[in-house]
């Protein structure tokens, strides 16, 4: 309880601060300042999206690569800047409204959506994108305007992240249930496929879980299956339907952990918590640590991301009566 009271909304901008520092900081590594950054990063992440999302991308991919060095020294101050804007209070107004608008073009040139619009993503790979989260969060902890004996600092989270919470986990869900990625054999070789370029210990670690997850689908469980590549995964056929109750479990899990923040104070700190331990499981599996020792990381990725959500959400000490409020007007509303 103690805890919950701790959490305010300067809480969150000191810890969005200090992430934007350390975005700026990824993205002055020296591989950044190549090719490597648009044709390693971005482009990936424009594969497989309607002409809508990946024109521009392209478009600001073929800018890049004309003045490498220079447009990267500008993203890398931006976010360093941003992080130091939201870090002093005088200036931290400021800080956030960039961060809302840096965040939102990251999110599309950047990450692509989240790949939310190419439908083949998972939050277990970074849906629905870490800038977009940085862009609700900023929104979220916006000061709001003091009143008399009202501390800035001491003002809680916006109670509507609890909405979003939800939203994410449930749409996160759906993902995990549509075609390319609703079978054991999908979701293997994704993580293992995660593992190319990484380090030797990462990248052993992604290659052995995608093997037992291929493994919980395959027609044998011969020893061979179990040091396969991420290649041999994706070409290997699982019966039809074969344990497709791991499916409906990640499933299940997610939709249960959005839906917990509407629950009584104990299940909901309970689903956030579960969501918490399921962020970090996808940070090292199927995120790698947001790629951050590969030289090409510029962000930790989404599942931190969520973790800084739910502690949001923890800081919001009156979200059942808010809730409630929010419930009863909708209710006057209808009727």
């Not at 990625?181 to 990248?203: E, F, T």
């Amino acid at each position: 309880m103690i805890f919950h009271k701790r959490i305010t909304r300067r809480t969150i901008q000191i810890i969005l601060g200090l992430l934007w520092l350390l975005d700026g900081f990824l993205q002055f590594q020296p591989q950044m300042f190549t090719s490597n950054f648009t044709s390693r990063v971005i482009t990936p992440a424009s594969q497989g999206q309607p002409i809508v999302v990946a024109g521009p991308m392209h478009f600001f991919i073929h800018i890049f690569l004309l003045h490498p060095a220079i447009l990267n020294s500008f993203a890398a101050i931006t976010q360093v800047a941003l992080g130091v804007l939201i870090l002093w209070k005088r200036t931290t107004k400021i800080g956030l409204l960039g961060s809302m608008g840096w965040g939102l073009f990251v999110w599309w040139i950047g990450e692509g959506f989240g790949g939310l619009f190419g439908w083949h993503t998972l939050m277990l790979m970074g849906a629905p994108g870490a800038a977009l989260i940085y862009v609700i969060l900023a929104i979220a902890v916006f000061p709001k305007e003091s009143k008399k004996n009202d501390n800035k600092e001491n003002q809680n989270p916006a109670y509507w992240l609890a909405f979003v919470w939800a939203l994410f986990w449930i749409i996160g869900a759906i993902y995990q249930l549509l075609p390319g990625q609703n079978s054991v054999s999908d979701v293997s070789s994704m993580v293992a496929r995660n593992g190319l370029r990484q380090p030797g210990w990462l990248a052993s670690l992604d290659s052995h879980v995608g093997s037992f997850i291929n493994r919980l689908g395959a027609p044998t469980t011969s020893m061979a299956n179990m040091h396969m590549t991420a290649n041999q995964m994706a070409r290997m056929q699982t019966q039809s339907g074969a344990n497709y109750w791991f499916i409906l479990l990640v499933a299940s899990i997610q939709i249960l952990i959005g839906l917990s923040v509407f629950a009584t104070r104990y299940i909901r700190n309970t689903g956030i918590a579960l969501g918490v331990i399921a962020s970090l499981i996808f940070w090292v599996i199927g995120q790698s640590f947001g790629g951050i020792f590969t030289g090409l990381g510029t962000d930790p990725n989404s599942a931190i991301l969520f973790i800084v959500l739910a502690i949001a959400i923890l800081g919001c000490n009156n979200l059942s009566q808010k809730l409630s409020s929010f419930y009863g007007r909708i209710e006057r509303a209808i009727i």
